[in-house]
């Protein structure tokens, strides 16, 4: 199974070094959004342990553990989303229009 941004293109190197801010802010929000899902998939764990506890002391713990996680994904070349909000980003920079408007 392939996904649509399996195929979607690498943004070039020198693209990637022009605009340091941006590449960060794909990758915030990457991090951020595997935080959610996995803060999703764990939501329901009962039981003992670091992922199951019940009360504020396992909410939090589940909370930091699920953080790290998504840093740690993102960080190790994420899922793919980070690749293409970057490149949506440098081109909405680049030509003042997102990508869906430009064969309007």
Known sequence: ??????????????????????????ED??????????????????GDGPLGGQGAGGDAWRGLLTDELAKSVSRSGGVGIARSVYAALIELQETGKPSNEQSK
Not at 1 to 26: E, F, I, N, R
Not at 37 to 43: A, W
Request: a positive charge.
């Open 1 to 26: 199974m392939t996904s649509s941004l399996a195929l979607a293109s690498p943004t070039p190197l020198k693209t990637q070094t022009q605009y340091p801010k941006l590449k960060a802010l794909a």
């Open 29 to 46: 929000f990457e991090s951020n959004f595997l935080a959610s899902m996995f803060g999703q998939m764990t939501s329901l764990l009962d």
